[in-house]
């Protein structure tokens, strides 16, 4: 039986700003198949974290280790590559382009792993209609619900092995945010990716198999 690689690993990360720590000596383990939430009030550092979880931040202090690659030291192209290749993110709008439909929108990023466009034309239009989803819409057009499961087709496209979420129902009301975090949290559970969800919602973090607070020392189970 192959071995699953660990999706996310960190250890002793810090990481500060002008004037104050955001969080130090942080600690934190995502397994393939299963789900963790990270909760905090803006400015908590919830952002700033994920933007270091992609390569997008250098590690001040500390060691990363994404689909067991180390961050530290990863050369630009290399951290583009991984991510590419092994992430998919979902952000708290959707970051859709609106003059795409929806179904574009998921095909553009499935080109990137896929590389043909009639395969990537097939995926997307399979990915939108298991979230029911009306592929030709323009994403402009899409309900604030459609928005969002365009965004997890679309985070899902490159069969990632870890899917970060950025406050990925903050925008939506109560029963539209529950219909998306019931797709979301599915997603471990149908592919077998880790996830790491951040929001400042305690019902979202809920559904998650673990769910920790994030403060200045570090990641404290709720």
Same mark, same amino acid.
């Given at each position: 039986?192959?071995?699953?690689?660990?999706?996310?690993?960190?250890? #002793?990360?810090?990481?500060?700003?002008?004037?104050?720590?955001?969080?130090?000596?942080?600690?934190?383990?995502?397994?393939?198949?299963?789900?963790?939430?990270? *909760?905090?009030?803006? %400015?908590?550092? =919830?952002?700033?974290?994920?933007? $270091?979880?992609?390569?997008?931040?250098?590690?001040?202090?500390?060691?990363? $280790?994404?689909?067991? $690659?180390?961050?530290? @030291?990863?050369?630009?192209? =290399?951290?583009?590559?991984?991510?590419?290749?092994?992430?998919?993110?979902?952000?708290?709008?959707?970051?859709?382009?609106?003059?795409?439909?929806?179904?574009?929108?998921?095909?553009?990023?499935?080109?990137?792993?896929?590389?043909?466009?009639?395969?990537?034309?097939?995926?997307?239009?399979?990915? +939108?209609?298991?979230? @029911?989803?009306?592929?030709?819409?323009?994403?402009?057009?899409?309900? #604030? %619900? !459609?928005?969002?499961?365009?965004?997890?087709?679309?985070? +899902?496209?490159? !069969?990632?092995?870890?899917? *970060?979420?950025? !406050?990925? $129902?903050?925008?939506?009301?109560?029963?539209?945010?529950?219909?998306?975090?019931?797709?979301?949290?599915?997603?471990?559970?149908?592919?077998?990716? @880790?996830?790491?969800?951040?929001?400042?919602?305690?019902?979202?973090?809920?559904?998650?198999?673990?769910?920790?607070?994030?403060?200045?020392?570090?990641?404290?189970?709720?």
């Amino acid at each position: 039986m192959t071995e699953l690689v660990q999706p996310l690993r960190v250890r #002793g990360l810090s990481c500060a700003v002008p004037g104050r720590t955001l969080f130090a000596n942080l600690d934190l383990d995502v397994e393939a198949g299963s789900a963790v939430a990270i *909760l905090g009030p803006s %400015g908590s550092g =919830k952002s700033t974290l994920l933007s $270091t979880l992609l390569g997008l931040r250098p590690i001040e202090r500390g060691d990363v $280790t994404v689909c067991g $690659t180390q961050l530290r @030291g990863l050369p630009r192209a =290399k951290a583009s590559r991984l991510r590419r290749d092994a992430v998919g993110i979902v952000f708290q709008d959707g970051a859709l382009l609106p003059e795409l439909t929806a179904a574009e929108n998921v095909a553009v990023a499935a080109m990137m792993t896929l590389g043909d466009p009639s395969a990537a034309a097939s995926a997307a239009d399979a990915a +939108l209609a298991k979230f @029911g989803v009306p592929p030709d819409t323009l994403a402009g057009d899409l309900s #604030g %619900g !459609e928005r969002q499961r365009t965004a997890v087709a679309r985070a +899902l496209a490159n !069969e990632p092995r870890l899917v *970060l979420a950025d !406050e990925p $129902t903050g925008s939506l009301d109560h029963a539209t945010r529950d219909d998306v975090a019931e797709i979301l949290f599915g997603v471990p559970r149908s592919t077998g990716c @880790g996830l790491l969800i951040v929001t400042h919602d305690p019902s979202v973090a809920a559904r998650a198999d673990r769910a920790v607070r994030l403060g200045s020392d570090g990641l404290v189970a709720v």
